[in-house]
Nanobody, 124 residues
Framework: QLHLVESGGGLVQPGDSLKLSCVGSGFPLDEYAVGWFRQAPGKEREGVSCISSNGSRTNYTDSVKGRFTTSRDYAENAVYLQMNSLKPEDTGKYYC?????????????????YGQGTLVNVSS
């Protein structure tokens, strides 16, 4: 089973920023759309963002629009999630998945399986 490796989480205060990384170890991320997902304690997992394989299209869930930005670095085989103006409701474990298209990720499909994720805790 293929999985990606997430990192960059931590404990921050409201209003702070974090940058999450998603790396395709031995997996060519540049050929696929990559989505970020999160799961807060006691809540269902939700999609946060997605970036197309060529980086030309991105989309975000309404609650993070204007605060989060996803990007990719082909040289590093990585996709990032820059999170600004963090709120307590952004707390959760963040995961990344890959698929040929963002619409496949939105429909619940993926080429990769969920990995360990990275924990984001926004608290004062």
């Amino acid at each position: 089973q293929l999985h990606l490796v997430e990192s960059g989480g931590g404990l921050v205060q409201p209003g702070d920023s974090l940058k999450l990384s998603c790396v395709g170890s031995g997996f060519p991320l540049d050929e696929y759309a990559v989505g970020w997902f999160r799961q807060a304690p006691g809540k269902e997992r939700e999609g946060v963002s997605c970036i197309s394989s060529n980086g030309s299209r991105t989309n975000y869930t309404d609650s993070v629009k204007g605060r989060f930005t996803t990007s990719r670095d082909y040289a590093e085989n990585a996709v990032y999630l820059q999170m600004n103006s963090l709120k307590p409701e952004d707390t959760g474990k963040y995961y990344c998945l890959a698929a040929p298209k963002c619409r496949i990720l939105r429909a619940g499909g993926s080429l990769t399986v969920y990995g360990q994720g990275t924990l984001v805790n926004v608290s004062s």
